[in-house]
T-cell receptor, first 112, second 116 residues
């Protein structure tokens, strides 16, 4: 069945470091791909999305490109801030019923 | 603020009890989704409603049920609660134009349920 795999956390970085969180997926058809972020004690917020191959989603300095050939949607940011500390979830949305399938989440901790 | 509201924010109850979680979708959104977030299972889809009708079912236990009312708010009912039902329950909503296009889901802040 459809699934999403993220790199294991926690990821600990210093402020201004480069961030990559890997995400790969398995799906039949052509899903849309999403990154959601969950700040401590809060709900899920949509960070960015891409709806077809080679699309690049971007928001707040974060970027991810939908790579069909490698079935990946890696999240990147050039310079992280302490305020980026959160749990990041990669997800796919397949039109069969509209449910989101989430990865296990990757915790990011940014130290000053 | 996503525009999706959930009440209550926290709920503490005992095993065997029944609780109701409430969700109001964003204005104009016809679809409502329920998800469960637990430490061992991660984020899992439970059920989807579209304009009052059940549209899709995921890993929802028989002890759990949901409905969507004419004003489009939704309720998730959890009965015969067990310790393992302790989790964060999220509601999400989307526009769902009915065209088959894949619509972004916006999440509420969640209801944290603790079963003692």
């Amino acid at each position: 069945g459809d699934s999403v795999t993220q790199m294991e956390g926690p990821v600990t970085l210093s402020e201004e470091a480069f961030l990559t969180i890997n995400c790969t997926y398995t799906a039949t058809g052509y899903p849309s791909l999403f990154w959601y972020v969950q700040y401590p004690g809060e709900g899920l917020q949509l960070l960015l999305k891409a709806t077809k191959a080679d699309d690049k989603g971007s928001n707040k300095g974060f970027e991810a490109t939908y790579r069909k050939e490698t079935t990946s949607f890696h999240l990147e940011k050039g310079s992280v801030q302490v305020s980026d500390s959160a749990v990041y979830f990669c997800a796919l949305l397949y039109n069969q019923g509209g449910k989101l399938i989430f990865g296990q989440g990757t915790e990011l901790s940014v130290k000053p | 603020d996503s525009g999706v509201t959930q009440t209550p924010k926290h709920l503490i109850t005992a095993t065997g009890q029944r609780v109701t979680l409430r969700c109001s979708p964003r204005s104009g959104d016809l679809s409502v989704y329920w998800y469960q977030q637990s430490l061992d299972q991660g984020l899992q889809f439970l059920i989807q409603y579209y304009n009052g009708e059940e549209r899709a079912k995921g890993n929802i236990l028989e002890r759990f049920s949901a409905q969507q009312f004419p004003d489009l708010h939704s309720e998730l009912n959890l009965s015969s609660l067990e310790l393992g039902d302790s989790a964060l329950y999220f509601c999400a909503s989307s526009v769902d134009t009915g065209t088959g296009a894949l619509e972004t889901q916006y999440f509420g802040p969640g209801t944290r349920l603790l079963v003692l």
